[in-house]
């Protein structure tokens, strides 16, 4: 039997409608059980169970919910999707998607995590919602920068820059899947990359080890030949840091890099 507006809506109360209407006109597709206290200010809890018991709205975690479109039809929250940076925008601010999910949002690289990467300045446990996991990157504000926004559901949704993507994952690449992940970003996608952006990001974020990691991928791929010009007054800092965080610490020394190759980058061997 072909769904119907006045079936979807079966079973809703005065209350219940006056609540969805009113938070629609706002464009609240997402809101949080303040917003909808504005408008049901008593027994607001009560009344968001049964809108959730009735499949109009769908949980997203305590006290945040999703208004189910009437087009879904009458089976409501149970066929309702999300895209996860559309919910990610919603659990902190400030925030901007990054790491290894901007780095498959840019088209960087063709692993799609299942992780959910999340940058921002406050620290927050991991999450999971709708059986989607949402970890978040605590960083110091000289980093928080680099920041573009994209269009997803209808909502502006904050991303890094390609060139911060890799300068983030050079500082972070255990949120990246690795160096090697990194690497092969860098390798496979070098004609689409500022290097100069990538390298002055580096430096603004204040961790050499950036530049290190920067300097050596591009040697061991083949690449610094053409990007040498950027390294010409750069030295390294004393001390060796690991080439990959997620690799044990053993392996060699490159007092060129001031690193520790825990991990061999062998772009030869290389495939998408």
């Known amino acids: 039997m072909k769904p119907v507006t006045k079936e979807y809506r079966k079973g809703l109360s005065k209350k219940e409608s006056f609540l969805i209407s ?12 303040e917003d909808a206290r504005r408008y049901v200010p008593e027994n607001t809890k009560e009344v968001m169970h049964s809108l959730a018991r009735k499949k109009w709205v769908l949980p997203l975690k305590k006290g945040l919910y999703a208004i189910v479109p009437i087009e879904v039809g009458i089976s409501g929250a149970d066929s309702f999707i999300i895209h996860s940076f559309v919910v990610a925008s919603y659990l902190v601010e ?3 998607i990054g790491f290894w999910s901007a780095l498959n949002h840019h088209g960087l690289t063709e692993q799609i995590p299942r992780t959910t990467f999340v940058a921002t300045t406050k620290a927050r446990k991991p999450l999971e919602v709708l059986n989607s996991e949402y970890y978040f990157v605590r960083l110091e504000k000289r980093k928080f920068f680099g920041t573009e926004e994209i269009e997803i559901e209808g909502r502006r949704i904050s991303i890094s820059t390609k060139e911060k ?34 390298f002055e990001y580096g430096r603004r974020m204040g961790n050499v080890t950036i530049l290190k990691r920067l300097g050596y991928t591009l040697e061991r791929t083949g690449l610094m030949e053409k990007h040498r010009g950027l390294f010409r007054d750069f030295r390294p800092s004393r001390g060796y840091t690991a080439l990959d965080p997620l690799s044990p610490r053993k392996g060699t020394y490159n007092s060129s890099w001031g690193l520790l190759v825990n991990l061999e980058l062998k772009p030869e061997g290389w495939m998408y």
């Open 22 to 33: 009113s938070l629609a006109r706002e464009d609240k597709t997402i809101f949080t059980i």
């Open 94 to 96: 400030p925030y901007y």
């Open 165 to 198: 993507t890799i300068a983030d994952c050079l500082d972070h690449p255990e949120h990246a899947g690795g160096i090697e992940e990194v690497a092969r970003a860098i390798y496979f996608n070098e004609e689409e990359l500022e290097f100069k952006k990538v």
